[in-house]
């Protein structure tokens, strides 16, 4: 499962974002799983990923969280959670994306697969932009500097 985190510069739910998700797959059975975070710097690297704005998880190259409503953009980004809106998905959120993730690739399919078969009219970008962009990625340690 390739996990990444997107910011903005700055980001103020960094921290939290990050220690959620550490939590979430620390309580899924999944603490062998790290992730990185990756700075989105430009408007056109955000229209070019669909990037809707930080903290944005991708869990193998997918936003679980997309709302479609969302345009492209550097901007903060709010999560509606059991307990109103938040800085980062709450850790139910998080537990059930990486649920249906590990899911899908237990059965062998791959999120686009799932995808093309769920909505076959949807337009999804390609699995493998978010990867390919050459941006700087940095592993998470744990630690918050």
Do not use: W
């Not at 700087?136 to 630690?143: E, F, L, Q, V």
Request: aromatic residues 4%.
């Amino acid at each position: 499962m390739d996990i990444e985190i997107l910011l903005v510069p700055g980001c103020p739910n960094e921290t939290l974002a990050a220690e959620r998700l550490r939590c979430a797959l620390d309580t899924s059975g999944l603490s062998s799983i790290g992730f990185t975070t990756r700075i989105v710097t430009s408007q056109a690297e955000a229209e070019r990923i669909g990037f809707t704005g930080s903290p944005t998880i991708l869990i193998d190259g997918r936003d679980p969280f997309a709302e479609p409503a969302h345009t492209p953009g550097l901007s903060c980004r709010m999560y509606r959670t059991a307990d109103g809106l938040a800085g980062a998905p709450d850790l139910g959120q998080l537990h059930e994306a990486l649920r249906a993730a590990a899911a899908i690739t237990a059965a062998g399919l791959t999120l686009t697969t799932v995808e093309k078969f769920a909505f076959p009219d949807a337009k999804f970008p390609s699995p493998t932009a978010t990867h390919t962009l050459g941006t700087a990625k940095r592993p998470h340690t744990g630690d918050s500097t």
